[in-house]
């Protein structure tokens, strides 16, 4: 298969993510926790060439559909980003990407004091700033590199 | 006040802190004269630092309402130390207690547990976080002192890590001060603080000098420079001499100038200050009381 063909080719049910910023492919793929051992067919195009970004990420994900908090932090590391919902082979549904107000249980605190780093039953949650976003608990802005924050499982 | 719990400074609007600081005065006028104020209230206090200071006024505050004091001991002796979660143990206090005293070493101890626990939660001293009961005493002495409008106050030392400084800060912005913040560029105010004074629209300038503000100043508020957030002991040596004060170093001051600092103190301040009118720390340590029978009034009123 040709790479022409790889970065056209239509999946025949799930979700694509258009439009990602050029280098953020795999921190997209970690948001969604997919790292090739949970068995969804993934296909991922980096610096794809784009007309209105000069270059962009895609990621195709077969026989997946994906939830608000997923959607809420991909906003934050991909605002441009746009959600295709494939059915049969059909792009069903387009979402842009809103930026939320916050989100939740999604990134984890970089301040080791943080008493969500501690082993207590709470989970993260981060106001979301203009220029970045804020621990609710211990009010540490984050305003560079999010993506390493993303508490995947 | 709206609240059941008192988790950060940035929760109290003029009129909440006002209606303290009325009542603190009152209580403060003739502290044995409440003793049947609260006669069946029971404070639980969950200290996971040291904070003796803290503490016994707390507990000397709802003493002095009538009411009594249940301590959970230190962490060692405690069954923290076999690893239950700080959520379980203050559900579990709460069970006791009509109201919580918390002090913790983690940023956002005390939002947590105010999510977990349905007695109101006071919080005193969350790591480098909030202190705003502290914040409450500190208003209280400097209305005493210098009044809590058209004022200027310098705040120096260390800025960064100094949880009363930045609940004081936060407060501050409820009232007509220009706050001037005077410490050595590796302790300057962290970026968390300054976002929230710039959204509150607060009159702020920092300074790397005490001299550039001093003469303009109604208050000063000195905090420790702590030994160990330096490496080098020389350049501790350095900076805590720089940021100290004495007698010489006031020369400049107005005559009405309050010294304040939250104590303990180590060598920030020299003991001659201690006599002269300047000095404020020692009042301010005594207001602790009357400030926090007038929050738990509050609050185990609210309660009934
Ligand atoms: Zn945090």
């Not at chain 1, 780093?117 to 976003?133: I, K």
């Not at chain 2, 603190?24 to 104020?37: I, N, Q, V, W």
């Not at chain 2, 200027?152 to 001037?180: E, P, W």
């Amino acid at each position: 298969m040709s790479d022409h063909q790889l970065r056209v080719s239509k999946i025949p049910r799930g979700t694509v993510i258009d439009h990602i910023r050029a280098g953020q492919a795999l921190n997209v793929l970690a948001i969604l926790g997919i790292d090739g051992a949970s068995g969804e067919t993934v296909s991922v195009g980096m610096n794809v060439p784009s007309d209105q970004m000069g270059h962009k990420d895609i990621v195709k994900v077969e026989d997946r559909e994906l939830s608000q908090d997923e959607v809420d932090v991909l906003s934050l590391i991909a605002p441009e980003a746009t959600i295709n919902i494939i059915r049969d082979y059909e792009v069903v549904e387009k979402q842009y990407l809103e930026r939320p107000d916050r989100v939740v249980g999604v990134l984890s605190c970089p301040n080791h004091n943080c008493i969500t780093n501690a082993d207590e039953p709470v989970d993260t949650e981060f106001e979301v700033l203009d220029d970045g976003v804020r621990c609710e608990y211990c009010e540490t802005i984050v305003r560079e590199d999010l993506a390493a924050h993303i508490a995947v499982e | 006040m709206r609240h059941d719990h008192l988790i950060t400074a940035k929760q109290l609007s003029r009129e909440d802190v006002e209606s303290v600081l009325d009542r603190a005065a009152e209580f403060d006028a003739d502290p044995a004269a409440f003793g049947d104020r609260h006669p069946d209230a029971i404070l639980g206090l969950c200290f996971y630092e040291p904070s003796t200071r803290t503490k016994m006024s707390f507990e000397t505050a709802i003493k002095r309402l009538g009411g009594d004091a249940v301590d959970m001991g230190t962490v060692e002796s405690s069954s923290v130390k076999k690893g239950e979660s700080l959520a379980d143990t203050a559900r579990v206090v709460a069970g006791y207690a009509d109201a919580l005293v918390l002090r913790h070493p983690s940023q956002g101890a005390a939002k947590m547990v105010g999510e977990f626990v349905d007695v109101p939660l006071l919080n005193a001293g969350d790591g480098a976080g909030h202190h705003p009961t502290q914040t409450l005493l500190d208003l209280y002495t400097i209305r005493e002192n210098a009044g809590l409008d058209d004022l200027t106050i310098g705040i120096m030392g260390d800025l960064k890590y100094g949880r009363t400084v930045h609940s004081l800060a936060h407060a501050l912005t409820n009232f007509d001060a220009s706050q001037h913040f005077v410490s050595p560029e590796s302790l300057k105010l962290p970026r968390s603080v300054r976002y929230d004074l710039h959204e509150a629209g607060a009159n702020v300038r920092e300074h790397t000098e005490l001299d550039d503000i001093l003469p303009e100043l109604d208050v000063l508020y000195v905090t420790r420079i702590q030994r160990e957030r330096f490496p080098d002991e020389n350049e501790y040596q350095e900076i805590a001499g720089e940021y100290g004060i004495d007698l010489e170093t006031l020369e400049d001051a107005k005559d009405e100038l309050t010294v304040m600092h939250p104590l303990p103190r180590v060598d920030e301040i020299a003991p001659e200050v201690d006599d002269t009118e300047y000095a404020a720390y020692f009042e301010q340590a005594h207001n602790g009381v009357p400030v926090r029978m007038a929050l738990l009034d509050q609050l185990l009123e609210g309660d009934r």
